[in-house]
T-cell receptor, first 114, second 112 residues
């Protein structure tokens, strides 16, 4: 069965520092991968997605993610974090292209210190 | 375009009652999905609808049901509420031929 693991429950960084949030997936075929962000009291906003092609994907708000098939990973990165990036981040995999069903990781809460 | 809207935003019920949550997708979107978010279980898929047909269902008891109307609006119903049903219920819609879901702000259900 498909699964997504986000090993880091909580990460704290200083504003301006670089960020990497880890995501590992378990899926037999080519995965469809997503990163979402959720601010307190809000729904989910899509940051970026990977379906195929270039393994380095650019998203909104200066985020990028790299798909590494050999490591079953899809880590999210940002070179310089802003205080407004403080939120919870979810990695997800779609079970197939023809369904909306997403399997989410448990999330990583990002705290940003000034 | 207006985003996905969910009503009500907050709801308090007691055990044994039933509840209906509503979701209006983005105009033109025909696919609607529902998710339950709890601190213990995280984000879990509930249902997926397209053109009034349920295409997929998550691993939830029969107390959880849903439907979609001809205008793509969707409702989900939970009967015989339990304390563990307290959660944020998120709805998402997707345009046809485009694999990106747009989420609403959710309905926060508290069961006392």
């Amino acid at each position: 069965a498909q699964s997504v693991t986000q090993p880091d429950i909580h990460i704290t960084v200083s504003e301006g520092a670089s960020l990497e949030l880890r995501c590992n997936y378990s899926y037999g075929a080519t995965p469809y991968l997503f990163w979402y962000v959720q601010s307190p009291g809000q729904g989910l906003q899509l940051l970026l997605k990977y379906f195929s092609g270039d393994t380095l994907v650019q998203g909104i708000k200066g985020f990028e993610a790299e798909f590494k098939r050999s490591q079953s990973s899809f880590n999210l990165r940002k070179p310089s974090v802003h205080w407004s990036d403080a939120a919870e981040y979810f990695c997800a995999v779609a079970v197939s292209y023809n369904t909306d069903k997403l399997i989410f990781g448990t999330g990583t809460r990002l705290q940003v210190f000034p | 375009k207006a985003g996905v809207t969910q009503t009500p935003r907050y709801l308090i019920k007691t055990r044994g009652q039933q509840v209906t949550l509503s979701c209006s997708p983005i105009s033109g979107h025909r696919s609607v999905s529902w998710y339950q978010q709890t601190p213990g279980q995280g984000l879990q898929f509930l249902f997926e609808y397209f053109s009034e047909t349920q295409r997929n269902k998550g691993n939830f008891p029969g107390r959880f049901s849903g439907r979609q109307f001809s205008n793509s609006r969707s409702e989900m119903n939970v009967s015989t509420l339990e304390l563990g049903d307290s959660a944020l219920y998120l709805c998402a819609s997707r345009p046809q031929g485009y694999n990106e879901q747009f989420f609403g702000p959710g309905t926060r259900l508290t069961v006392l």
